[in-house]
């Protein structure tokens, strides 16, 4: 699920703690068009990786995101397998001829 790179930078910046971080900021953070942050956000939302709040300030609509317990875990279980990817040996890394 957070494989792919627009999800693993949305839940990257998320996963810098608790707090909600507005759909502007994660837009801008990720390089994400708008429509690619709804998409991918959507996703994460329904494998219940983030939370997403909507509101308002003032006239305007304002849509929130945070990681929920289990996004945490999953998002630092990716980064754990990935960093063992890393240490390994490059005799242990599988090639695409094997």
Same mark, same amino acid.
């Given at each position: 699920m957070i494989h792919p790179l627009p999800k693993? +930078?949305?839940?990257?910046?998320?996963a810098a703690?608790?707090?909600? /971080?507005?759909? #502007?900021t994660v837009r801008e953070t990720?390089?994400?068009?708008? +429509?690619?942050? +709804?998409?991918? +956000? #959507?996703?994460?939302?329904?494998?219940?990786?983030?939370? /997403?709040r909507k509101?308002?300030?003032?006239r305007r609509p304002r849509t929130w995101f945070r990681m929920t317990p289990l996004g945490q875990a999953r998002y630092r279980g990716h980064v754990a397998a990935l960093q063992q990817l890393l240490q390994r040996e490059p005799d242990q890394v599988p090639t695409p001829d094997a």
């Open positions: 693993l +930078s949305i839940c990257a910046l998320l703690g608790p707090q909600w /971080v507005e759909f #502007r990720t390089g994400l068009s708008d +429509s690619m942050v +709804s998409k991918h +956000s #959507r996703a994460l939302e329904e494998a219940g990786y983030i939370e /997403v509101g308002g300030i003032g």
